[in-house]
């Protein structure tokens, strides 16, 4: 059994007792480290020969993992918080008070930040991983302050996603928003890089039982560190979104307005966190656009090719600046943070009642307000003048921004529509298109002459026909990929070609081809539905149109 | 005292609280003194002060009762006293002194309170009153005569008149244990009102005094105690001693540790201020970013188009399905507006799956299959220049009423012969179909084979356990009687050796029809096959054991049995075309063996589950064999003893293979009712491999009873097959 001899695969893995065994730690230690390092267990090529012959189900990791850890710093800390923890249950046991004092004021604690640097060696890489932090500090800054995790952790969770927020306010950097039955994704692009996040909707969670939530509080705590530790590094904006003269300024304001609401600190937070104000930020710095004007003398195609990439900018500048200028009104049953980060990202004004929340910026009675956001089902006083004006409409279906239909997938209409928009007219104009923030609530438009909005209308009836015979024809090209277009000769010879195919080749040619079927045979079913739906909707309709007659 | 006991106060307008107790609670003496010279003047019982000393003539029956009068009399002293104290009390105001005096007072007062006293006017005791009630008296007094109880003849009206005109009615009250009527004095209306009212019952006493503290807060000269100081408070202490020599000892020892300074740096700082760009993770390079989250659909909108949302089936079918098997994890819904979208109650739960996603997955570099399925299609010369092969279907030779198991061609290619379950074999003309002659022999035929030396006309066929040898008389008259003279020519030998097989001539009748020799076994015959000189026969019975081939020698009539040990169920037996080889198929493998040297040259092992025919290559370098598991193999003896090649053409089992004896050609018949033709070139050159390619899917017969073409034979010059099948047809394909 000498080490030399079995030069093979399985010296490269061992199981998570033996590895365990091997740290000398207990398992919710390994696991706690497994977390925090980033170690997950590696499935074996030959499964067998690993688990020496037999086929028990058995977690492996790999060797080079295990002595990894072996010199993790991280690990002497977990041993001294045990003996720390011991103590203190036998100070408190014995009711020594002055021990309890004494052993609290040496806690040990541990730091991260080298865990962090090594597991994300760039800033770059630790964005890319920004993802999972975000939707899990979202999620925790959620809960209730009283229960079962620790509140500095809920409080801390909700101080750095506020922040980031405010980040993403100042850098325009949110792209795309997505409201689901599960919460509200956003796609935002930090650095090139995009970051997917999910937001819970604003309603207390039934706490479910079957979560361990000493897994998700050491998810969450390396996360906090980790969001934490990105908020600063130098992004383009050049300031770090919350400055303490910032956080100063939101606080005297907060003083000066209201100061019979609360105490300071928890109202100058609140007011953070409703996301209205407008920070002091320093002056954003030349560099970027510079950057932007550098032009190359270039031949053809990369004329092109740099002709494509000016015009992408200028739209997402366009984009960046779609509601300037605008001012919004939330009515109180709009979800008031969500809605706030949207237009406030898209660089619009934002208030409320003052009655809702801390933080509100103007009244309802103001005259330059352009938009109000209501959600109710009741006619609310019409305002005749006002053309663009739909309370209690039924709002087109809403659609995910993140898909993105390949050939032979099905394309609802909806979306055809939206893509024959995009195409006919210049992409900066299409407000609608791009931003699934207008089409999520009843909208009352209390515009000043803004006049585009309608013609915007207008073009939009037109086009619709546009839309229409392109749908039509892609239909029709759908239809006929599906159709056998193999001439009745060489159809016959791709059976008999089909039939030498090897065993392997074989299976993986049916599988393929199994999975194409799936695909069109879903699509259809798609197709099918939407047709009998509609098909329902006119004949319900033209009974509708008989009655009165 | 005893009198204040025993009366109970009713008031009868107010209806308040029972006296008695007020009166218990705080004595007062004045009220007291009041009320004795009252009760003393009750109009009823005339009492004076004589006659309380009458009353308190008790004295002589009990010792305790002149106690109770000398405490009476005790009691009015104190009670004198008590006046001219509290008086005094008044003049001085000191606080101290008036505690005194209450305690003083209180003192008398239980003296003087015994337990025992009780109302002598009645002597019944301590009983409820009710029981008087049906009497006319309420008690006996001390003389044992009743007490009766005063008339109450008065009705309401009088009560009325009294309440009228009696200006005192309302103070009035009656007296339970004596029944009368009780006047109460303006002292006694007093205390009872002070008491209703919650007073106190003394007027005097004030209970909002200024309290005085027992000690004052001004230092006084004096001390409180003048206990000289203990010794222990000048000596140091020993157990604290004790206990710093503990902590110094822990301190020393490293026990208790000094509390460490505060970690001064920020908890979150640039991180990332000096970034190594060529920092490569300090870990190995296997290491596998953790994959994303899919991104949201449009079915997971909270307002999707109508075509993303399920059915009522399909949501059943969700229901119902594992949750690890469901394509979504949610179910798509609709809401009219945002305003009615609810909290979505598995979010917690996603989010900890992801968790455990993280750190309990094991994570794989997964290549995605980004294959064309074209490509996975052999590329293949095209059949066009693979060209002569049968294409399409010309003649069908009908005739047989059932299954055809069975055909030959006769080895000019004129002629066809075929073998039913109908108990027959035909003739056929093969350019015309046409039906030369039917041979009835009463029994399923197995298995027909001509011929295959053209100089001799003759048909094998294997009908139960025997094995007939028909002259067809078809064709060349002279090749017919030159056959027919071959067999006559056989004179039997002198001592005719012991045969497993019994050579018979036919009748005469039988010859009639064509029959001209029949070989019986013991055992039913399953095929019958030439040798390519056509003077020897295989022939494959169904038996277990050695004797399951045995071969014959048409020209001495001759049956030997060449195998010594048996190696499983034979299936078929084949004569190689050029060697002297026998080749004989098992149920899992293929032996060659070699007649001459009488050994085994070489075991084929097919990999079937179970052989069902077999063909050898014209040359005689390859061999087919078609198995029961829808397999057809490839043999190169040359190349190995496993398969160069398995083809998986047919869907069902294969039941015949055939080679085609000029062409590149071979086929398989099967179940599924069709026939495949392939090109299989054979090239010269040792170094090439053979070349298989399937040219043609011929489709004509019609599977009946789960039985397909059954068999099937090339013609021997044109490329042409024939096909015979479970629908008792014969099909040429051409």
Known sequence: ?549 | MAERRGVCLVVPEQGGRPAKRGLEFEPDYQLYASLQPFLLCDPASSLSDSEESVFSGLEDSGSDSSEDNNNEGEDEISCDKGHSRTEGQAQTGSPGLRTEMAKASSQDEYQEDSSDEEDIRNTVGNVPLEWYDDFPHVGYDLDGRRIYKPLRTRDELDQFLDKMDDPDYWRTVQDRMTGRDLRLTDEQVALVQRLQSGKFGDVRFSPYEPAVDFFSGDVMIHPVTNRPADKRSFIPSLVEKEKVSRMVHAIKMGWIQPRRPRDSTPSFYDLWAQEDPNAVLGRHRMHVPAPKLALPGHAESYNPPPEYLLSEEERLAWGQQEPGERKLNFLPQKFPSLRVVPAYSRFIQERFERCLDLYLCPRQRKMRVNVDPEDLIPKLPRPRDLQPFPTCQTLVYRGHSDLVRCLSVSPGGQWLVSGSDDGSVRLWEVATARCMKTVPVGGVVRSVAWNPNPTICLVAAALDDTVLLLNPALGDRLLVGSTDQLLDAFTPPEEPALQPAQWLEASEEERERGLRLRISHSKPVTQVTWHRHGDYLAVVLATAGHTQVLIHQLSRRRSQSPFRRSHGQVQCVAFHPNRPFLLVASQRNVRVYHLLRQELTKKLMPNCKWVSSMAVHPAGDNIICGSYDSKLVWFDLDLSTKPYKVLRHHKKALRAVAFHPRYPLFASSSDDGTVIVCHGMVYNDLLQNPLLVPVKVLKGHTPTRDLGVLDVAFHPTQPWIFSSGADGTIRLFT
């Open chain 1, 1 to 549: 059994t000498g080490g030399l001899e079995k030069k093979n695969s399985a010296t490269n893995y061992i199981t998570r007792n033996k590895a365990r065994k091997k740290l000398q730690l207990s398992l919710a230690h390994f696991r706690r480290l497994c977390i925090l390092k980033g170690i997950y267990p590696h499935e074996p090529k030959h499964k067998k020969k690993v688990n020496k012959g037999s086929t028990a189900p058995r977690t492996f990791y790999l060797i080079k993992d295990i002595k990894f850890l072996l010199r993790e710093p991280i690990v002497n800390k977990f041993r001294e918080y045990k003996v720390f923890v011991r103590k203190l249950r036998k100070a408190y046991g014995k009711s020594e008070w002055n021990t309890v004092g004494r052993l609290k004021d040496n806690k040990p604690n541990q730091k991260l930040d080298h865990i962090i640097k090594e597991q994300y060696p760039t800033f770059i890489d630790a964005l890319r991983d920004l993802d999972d932090v975000l939707s899990r500090c979202f999620l925790f800054s959620t809960f209730p302050r009283t229960g079962k995790c620790h509140v500095q952790i809920i409080y801390l969770c909700h101080r750095l996603t506020v922040e980031f927020l405010h980040y993403i306010i100042a850098a325009h950097a949110l792209r795309k928003v997505f409201l689901s039955i599960k919460g509200i994704y956003c796609l935002a692009e930090v650095l090139g890089q995009p970051i997917v996040w999910i937001t819970p909707y604003a309603f207390s969670h039934d706490r479910p039982t079957d979560v361990d939530y000493r897994v998700m509080a050491t998810f969450t705590e390396f996360y906090t560190i980790l969001l934490g530790l990105c908020q600063l590094p130098p992004l383009p904006v050049a300031q770090p979104p919350l400055s303490t003269k910032a956080r100063e300024s939101a606080q005297t304001e907060v003083k000066a307005r209201e100061d019979t609401y609360a105490l300071d600190s928890e109202s100058a937070m609140e007011k953070l966190a409703a996301l209205s104000a407008i920070l002091a930020r320093v002056v954003v710095p030349a560099a970027e656009e510079e950057a932007e004007a550098d032009e190359f003398p270039a031949d053809g195609e990369m004329a092109v090719q740099e002709e494509n990439r000016r015009k992408e900018l200028l739209a997402q500048e366009k984009h960046k600046k779609l509601f300037e200028g605008l001012k919004f009104f939330l009515n109180r049953e709009v979800p008031q943070e969500a809605l706030t980060f949207i237009i406030r990202s898209f660089g619009g004004d934002m208030s409320w009642d003052k009655s809702l929340c801390i933080g509100a910026t103007y009244d309802v009675t103001d005259p330059c307000i352009t938009h109000r956001i209501v959600d109710r089902p009741g006619q609310q006083t019409p305002v005749i003048s006002r053309y663009c004006y739909f309370p209690g409409v039924q709002l087109p279906p809403h659609l995910s921004p993140f898909v993105s239909e390949k050939k032979g997938d099905y394309i609802p209409p909806e979306k055809l529509k939206l893509l024959a928009l995009k195409r006919g007219e210049d992409p900066g104009n299409l407000k609608e298109s791009e931003d699934e923030e207008d089409e999520e609530e009843e909208k009352e438009e209390d515009d000043k002459g803004d006049g585009d909005e309608e013609e915007e209308k207008d073009v939009e009836a037109g086009l619709e026909k546009n839309g229409e015979a392109h749908l039509a024809a892609l239909e029709e090209q759908r239809l006929e990929e599906k159709k056998p277009r193999v001439m009745a000769g060489t159809r016959e010879a791709k059976c008999l070609a089909i039939m030498m195919r090897k065993k392997r080749e074989r299976y993986l040619y049916q599988k393929i081809m199994f999975g194409k079927r799936r695909k069109i045979w879903e699509a259809n079913k798609l197709a099918q539905k939407r047709e009998a739906h509609d098909e329902a909707l006119r004949s319900e309709k033209k009974a509708k149109k008989a009655r009165p007659v």
